[in-house]
């Protein structure tokens, strides 16, 4: 038996078929597509294993061109576009049955001395102090739907939300498109400081675009939209672990035209400002 840290550690760890050429496994679940956030930190590791491990990543853009489909192994073809004195640049493209599904560039570079300043972490409960998800939903749904049981065994990472979930009618009037949640993972990642940028650029995309939803239904109910991730960005600016709590603050400034915008600052407990996020999902209602 194997730990969730330990599986996605494995997750992350792609078969390299060339130079620049890797293969990564992909569960094969009972899910619609495969979860983007997997595809993104295999491709930050692709990108990762054809620079010398030097330079850290500060930043990666990204776009989710197609659904990938679950259980079918994912091609990364890595593009070496730059090797300078100060970056690295490397751009992915990820091809599943022969069709592009994403692509992605990302920078590398040693931090420098320069300017320093940072936004205040928000004032939230500790992590300690919140119930854990599934905690939360058992407390109202009582026995979890199998989807919701799935979900539960398969995840890698602890998730508590600061506030708590909203589920009637009334408790959404007014809510504000925002969320918070703390995070870690299940386990210890091991040392290599690549796996826990990865692990964490999975982790990103996990609850992002809640702050869409907030104000329109609840999070763990059922859904009247179906929800793809579109593009994402992320910009590191701090060393950290994946396996250590951080706080993951999310707010949506716009939805319109069937899209909703999200950004996300993630701090450490110190309140070290580490990560900043930014996704578009496309929001198409049901039925």
Known sequence: MTTPAERLVDLLDLERIEQNIFRGH????????????????????????TTDGRRPVHSLHAYFLRPGAPGVPIVYQVERVRDG???????????QEGRTIF???????????????QVPMPDVPAPESLPRIGEELRAHLGELPEALRVMERRQAFDIRYVERL???ARELAGAEPRSGVWMRALGPLGDDPLVHTCALTY????????????????LWGPRGFDM??????????????????????????IATGGRGLARGLIFDRDGRLLVSVMQEGLFRKLG
């Open 26 to 49: 992909s569960p094969d679940e009972s899910l619609q597509r495969v979860f983007g956030g997997q595809v993104a930190g295999q491709a930050l590791v692709a990108a990762g294993r």
């Open 85 to 95: 004195r100060s970056f690295t640049t490397r751009r992915v493209v990820a091809v």
């Open 103 to 117: 692509n992605l560039t990302a920078s590398f570079h040693e931090p420098e001395p320069g300017i320093e300043h």
């Open 166 to 168: 909203r589920w009637s």
């Open 203 to 218: 982790a990103s995309d996990m609850t992002l675009l809640d702050a869409v939803r907030i104000p329109v239904e609840p």
């Open 228 to 253: 793809a991730s579109l593009d994402h960005a992320m910009w590191f600016h701090r060393p950290f672990r994946a396996d250590e709590w951080f706080l993951y603050q999310q707010e949506s400034p």
